[in-house]
C-alpha cells in the first residue's frame, strides 16, 4: 500500500514556509568531487603501465634501506574527544636524491607514505589488525587502488583526480602522513592564505571526492609541548568546499598544525573532534624556548573563519518568535560548537522547533496537542540533501534526498500514542520539546511513554520504552544566567535497535523554565551535553 505523505489542516501553511526557507523546492541532486566511476580523458592505462609504476615505486623503496638514508623518529600522544587512542611511532627517511619515505605504527595498524623529491606522492599503504590492507599508487594521471579484506578476494579501482589535486587522506585513528606533503608544497617566500585542490576518498570507499582547503601560516609563536615550550611554525588549514568524505563533510572544518623547521610535526588539532596528536619527549635543544611552559592540558586554537554556511531566515516561518537562543555543545567534556535555537508558535497554538547548528538545520513542528506532525533535517551546505518524516496516526513516512538522483521513501506503522525521540551526535534535540510538553506536571511522578528513533541499519524505526520522573525545583548556574528550573529525568525502560539508544536504563537530565525554555541537557550516555549560553527572546 502506497500512503501519500500525511498533510495536517493549518499547519501545512508551516511546512510549506520551511521548505520554502530551507530552499526545498528542488531536490536535484549535484554531484561533487570525482564519481567513483572516474571517465578517463583517453584510453585508461594499461595493466602493463600499472605494473611499470609499481616497479618504480619498489625500486625507491629500496633505497631507503642503504646507511645514507636520514632517519627521524617520534614518538606521538593520539587523543580523540579527549580520550587517549594510544602511542604512535613515526619515522621519516629521507634518501640522497631527496625522495621520502614515511611509516607509522599505532596500535596493530601500519601505513606508509612514498615521495618524490618534489613532495609528490608515489605510494601509500595501509595494514589493520582484521587482516585488512591496501595500497595506492599514484602515477601521473590516475591513481590505482588495491585493497583486500581476510578471506576476501582482492578489489581494484582506479580513479582520475583532476591534475594538480594532491591526497588529504583522514581517518579515525589518523596516522597523518599526507599532510606532510601539504606543509611541503606550502610557499614560505609567498606566505598568506594558499588554496589547494585536495581529494579523499568517498563516504562509500568506492571512489574520491575532491574539495579545496586553504592553508595559511598564521604565526610562528611557538607550541607548548609535555617537555617545555619550542619553536614551531603554526599552520591553519580550512576547508573551502564540502566534500562527501567521512572526516571533511563540510566547509569551515580547520585544523591546527605545528611543525619545526625541518617539517616535523609537532602537534596537530582537528576541531571537528576534536583529535589531536602530540609529539612526546621532543628534544631539539635549539629550538627550546621555555623549559618551564610546560603543556599539561592543550588549549583549543581559535577558529579563523566564521562559519562560512548559509543561515534560515527564521521570519519566512509563520509565527510569532517565543524564543530565541544559542547553546554550548559539548562531547565527552570538550566543547564541539555553539548553535542557534528558536522557537515560533501559531495563533491556534501550533509550534515549530528549529535548531540550527554545525552542517544543518531540523525542525520539528506539532500541534496545538503537543502532537508531532513533521520533523525535517536539511543539509545547510547542500540544500538537497535531506530526510523528513511526516506523522499521521500510527503512521509514519519518511523521504530521504541525497547522492541519489531518486527520493528513498518509506512508510512504517508503529504502535498507537506512539511517538518520535530522535537522537544522534551532534544532537539538536528538537522533537525533545515535544516529550517534555507531555509530561504531565499536575501530576507530576513516573509517567511511561513508548516511543521510536531510527534503527542502526538507517532503514526502518525501533519502538522502546520511556519513563519520565520529575525530580523537583532547582537552581541553576549556566553561562546565560542564574534560574530557577525544573529538572525532569528520562529513562530507557527497554532496549533498543538504535545507534545511541541500545541499552535499558540509559539516563538524559533536563533542566527547563515554566515556560519551557531549556537551560540544560545532560546525555550520560557519552556525556554529551547541551547547555544555554545567551538568550535573546
Not at 61 to 69: E, I, V
Not at 77 to 106: P, V
Not at 274 to 291: F, G, H, K, R, T
Request: net charge positive.
Amino acid at each position: 500500500m502506497n500512503v501519500m505523505v500525511p498533510k495536517a489542516p493549518k499547519v501545512t501553511v508551516s511546512t510549506a514556509a520551511i521548505a520554502l526557507a530551507l530552499s526545498l523546492s528542488s531536490f536535484s541532486v549535484v554531484k561533487r568531487g570525482v564519481a567513483p566511476s572516474a571517465v578517463f580523458a583517453q584510453e585508461p592505462p594499461s595493466k602493463a603501465q600499472d605494473e611499470a609504476a609499481r616497479k618504480g615505486v619498489n625500486e625507491k623503496k629500496s633505497s631507503f634501506l642503504t646507511p645514507r638514508a636520514a632517519r627521524v623518529e617520534r614518538s606521538y600522544l593520539h587523543l580523540s574527544s579527549g580520550k587517549e587512542y594510544g602511542q604512535a611511532r613515526l619515522i621519516r627517511q629521507i634518501n640522497d636524491k631527496g625522495q621520502a619515505l614515511y611509516s607509522s605504527k599505532l596500535g596493530g595498524a601500519e601505513e606508509s607514505l612514498l615521495a618524490d623529491a618534489q613532495g609528490r606522492p608515489l605510494e601509500y599503504t595501509y595494514s589493520l589488525p582484521n587482516g585488512y590492507r591496501g595500497q595506492y599508487v599514484f602515477a601521473p594521471d590516475h591513481i590505482v587502488s588495491n585493497r583486500q579484506a581476510a578471506g576476501k578476494e582482492p578489489e581494484e579501482f582506479r580513479w582520475a583526480p583532476s591534475p594538480g589535486a594532491r591526497p588529504d587522506f583522514n581517518s579515525r585513528p589518523d596516522p597523518y602522513l599526507t599532510q606532510h606533503l601539504l606543509i611541503q608544497g606550502y610557499d614560505l617566500a609567498a606566505r598568506g592564505k594558499q588554496a589547494l585542490l585536495v581529494y579523499d576518498l568517498d563516504d562509500k570507499g568506492t571512489g574520491i571526492r575532491e574539495y579545496k582547503i586553504t592553508l595559511e601560516l598564521v604565526d610562528e609563536d611557538g607550541v607548548a609541548l609535555p617537555n617545555g615550550k619550542f619553536k614551531a611554525k603554526h599552520f591553519v588549514q580550512v576547508q573551502q568546499t564540502g566534500g562527501g568524505t567521512w572526516y571533511k563533510k563540510r566547509r569551515g572544518s580547520q585544523t591546527d598544525i605545528w611543525v619545526n623547521d625541518d617539517l616535523v610535526i609537532l602537534r596537530i588539532y582537528r576541531h571537528r573532534e576534536p583529535y589531536e596528536v602530540i609529539v612526546q619527549e621532543y628534544d631539539n635543544a635549539q629550538d627550546l624556548m621555555s623549559p618551564v611552559e610546560k603543556a599539561q592540558v592543550y588549549p583549543k586554537p581559535r577558529q579563523v573563519e566564521p562559519d562560512p554556511l548559509p543561515r534560515l531566515d527564521v521570519s519566512q516561518v509563520p509565527g510569532e518568535l517565543v524564543f530565541e537562543g544559542a547553546y554550548q555543545h559539548r562531547n565527552r567534556g570538550y566543547d564541539w560548537f555553539v548553535g542557534r535555537f528558536f522557537v515560533k508558535r501559531q495563533g491556534d497554538g501550533a509550534a515549530s522547533y528549529i535548531a540550527e547548528f554545525d552542517n544543518a538545520t531540523y525542525i520539528a513542528v506539532a500541534d496545538k496537542n503537543n502532537v508531532p506532525i513533521e520533523y525535517r533535517c536539511v543539509s545547510r551546505e547542500d540544500p538537497n540533501s535531506a530526510l523528513r518524516y511526516a506523522f499521521a496516526g500510527n503512521k509514519v513516512v519518511s523521504v530521504r534526498k541525497g547522492d541519489k538522483p531518486e527520493e528513498e521513501r518509506s512508510e512504517h506503522t508503529v504502535s498507537h500514542g506512539c511517538l518520535p525521540d530522535f537522537n544522534s551526535r551532534p544532537d539538536p534535540y528538537c522533537i525533545q520539546h515535544v516529550l517534555l510538553r507531555r509530561y504531565d506536571l499536575a501530576k507530576r511522578g513516573r509517567q511511561t511513554l513508548t516511543v521510536f528513533d531510527g534503527d542502526s541499519a538507517g532503514k526502518g524505526i525501533s519502538e522502546y520504552q520511556i519513563a519520565l520522573d520529575y525530580v523537583g525545583d532547582e537552581d541553576i548556574i549556566i553561562p546565560a544566567g542564574k534560574f530557577k528550573a525544573k529538572h525532569l529525568v528520562l529513562t530507557q525502560l527497554t532496549p533498543s535497535n538504535t545507534w545511541y539508544k541500545k541499552y535499558q536504563g540509559l539516563q538524559t537530565d533536563f533542566w527547563f523554565g515554566d515556560d519551557y525554555a531549556v537551560y540544560r541537557i545532560l546525555r550520560k550516555r557519552e556525556p554529551y551535553e547541551v547547555v544555554l549560553v545567551q538568550r535573546t527572546r
